[in-house]
């Protein structure tokens, strides 16, 4: 994780599969939301590979069936793209630029991904015509569990991987990525749970849109 070759060829193969993704959306999956265009979008260019399988499992419309674990697909990569975004900056002004200490980097970091996350479901339910106090209430109960779990994951994991690193480092930006994609993972069970529970609806039915 150290060495700025392997970190240039992930900077490839996530150039290939964003490629991949923007090209089906446009062709095949015209349908979606644009909120999902752009989940998918930061989806994949957080997780590479792995991203574009999450996409293609879960988010086309050529889906056979649209289970509990395809909605928990969805939730989680919602919940990752304006979360993944927010983490980003947080860590690197606090960590890269302001270089606190660990728990101010990890305060810091946690309440941008928070806030980034927050919103992407407050002003989507807001443009639905939903009021903004009901839609902050409503993204607080559904939201909090998700982003909560997702960034305790992956600030501890940044840490304890390149909590030394400076932001000119390969190691900053290598664990930066490594602990996006293992929130994540850990966010994925919880939200196929929130889903089955009702406190989720797993986003938007793919194959609805198309139709």
């Known amino acids: 994780m150290t060495d700025p070759r392997l970190l240039a060829a992930w900077a490839v193969v996530v150039a290939a599969s964003l490629a991949v993704v923007v090209y089906d959306i446009r062709a095949n999956n015209v349908g979606i939301a644009p909120l999902m265009k752009f989940v998918w979008t930061l989806t994949v260019l957080y997780s590479g590979p792995l991203g574009l399988a999450v996409y293609y499992y879960s988010g086309r419309p050529s889906i056979p069936e649209d289970t509990v674990w395809r909605r928990g697909f969805r939730s989680v990569a919602h919940c990752y793209s304006g979360c993944g975004a927010g983490e980003v900056v947080g860590v690197v002004v606090a960590a890269g630029l302001l270089d606190l200490p660990t728990l101010s980097v990890a305060a810091v970091t946690f309440a941008c991904a928070y806030l980034a996350g927050f919103a992407l479901t407050v002003g989507p339910l807001v443009q639905e015509g939903e009021d903004l106090r009901t839609a902050v209430a409503d ?3 559904s939201e909090t569990p998700s982003i909560t779990v997702m960034e305790v994951t992956a600030i501890g994991t940044d840490i304890v991987v390149a909590g030394e ?41 793919p194959r609805e849109a198309a139709a």
């Open 139 to 141: 993204a607080f109960y």
């Open 165 to 205: 690193a400076a932001i000119t480092e390969p190691l900053f930006w290598s664990g930066l990525v490594f602990s996006l994609t293992v929130g994540l993972l850990v966010a994925y069970p919880l939200n196929v749970a929130l889903v089955h529970v009702g406190v989720k609806g797993g986003m938007q039915d």
